[in-house]
């Protein structure tokens, strides 16, 4: 079974996208800011298959939680941005950090989760 950390600083993002990722099968984890979902992603006995992962956030945001993360030497697995941030710069910063995908909340579940299924190599092209 896929596991997925979700990383958002607001405890109603988490639940709602947790419960869309859950119906759809996959192992769920949470964490509320990058350092604790950077200690999460260091410690984990095995490497979470996808990091769901917002911009802002208090102590480490998004964008230093992907830039730390991909300087570890631990298996580097996708991740998808999820910000409020809809300019053309905030997308380029998430690709710059380390993001395979960016969208722009309020993310519908059927967007969130065809996005999922293809950075987990899921969906046929």
């Given at each position: 079974?896929?596991?997925?950390?979700?990383?958002?600083?607001?405890?109603t993002v988490r639940m709602y996208h947790r419960g869309i990722l859950e119906s759809a099968g996959y192992t769920v984890e949470e964490?509320?800011?990058g350092i604790e979902a950077?200690?999460?992603a260091l410690e984990a006995p095995a490497p979470f298959d996808l990091y769901v992962?917002?911009?802002n956030m208090p102590k480490?945001?998004?964008y230093g939680f992907l830039r730390e993360l991909r300087?570890?030497?631990i298996a580097q697995q996708p991740a998808i941005m999820v910000s409020t941030e809809a300019?053309?710069?905030d997308e380029a910063?998430?690709?710059?950090a380390g993001a395979n995908c960016y969208l722009v909340k309020p993310v519908r579940s059927l967007q969130l989760l065809a996005n999922v299924r293809l950075m987990l190599g899921e969906v046929s092209q």
């Open positions: 079974m896929k596991r997925i950390l979700i990383v958002d600083d607001a405890a964490a509320f800011n950077l200690e999460k992962v917002d911009v480490l945001d998004g300087q570890q030497d300019a053309a710069g910063a998430a690709f710059a």
